[in-house]
């Protein structure tokens, strides 16, 4: 019903950048939350930052000021801004979203992730 796609992952220097986008399709009435999610090799996944309807935005601690999180809710699209890259950065990245499927039915939807490899 939902189907969310990551793209712009890839292998970037420390100190580099990256963009990530999550583009969500499907049949549904509306996205509310949006987020991005990461799972560092051998570590449980994380939360990296989330973007509400209303474009108000939160961030993991070792994320905030580096990454920025946004959206276009006509592309029912989601960005990750991720500049001064470290290592341990290293992590698939996976996409997130709060889909309102009609009045009353929500489901969590997620992307199938996308590998960030951050080399020292």
């Known amino acids: 019903q939902v189907q969310l796609v990551e793209s712009g992952g890839g292998l970037v220097e420390a100190g580099g950048s990256l963009r990530l986008s999550c583009a969500a399709s499907?049949?549904?009435?509306?996205?509310?939350?949006m987020a991005w999610f990461r799972q560092p090799p051998g570590k449980r996944r994380e939360l990296v930052a989330s973007?509400?309807?209303?474009?108000?935005?939160d961030y993991a601690h070792s994320t905030k000021g580096r990454f920025t999180i946004s959206r276009d809710k006509r592309k029912n699209t989601m960005y990750l801004q991720m500049s001064s890259l470290k290592p341990e950065d290293t992590a698939v990245y996976y996409c997130n979203a709060d889909v309102l499927l009609d009045s009353v039915r929500v489901y969590d939807s997620w992307g199938q992730g996308i590998q960030v490899t951050v080399s020292s």
């Open positions: 499907g049949s549904f009435l509306h996205i509310n939350t």
């Open positions: 973007i509400d309807s209303y474009d108000v935005t």
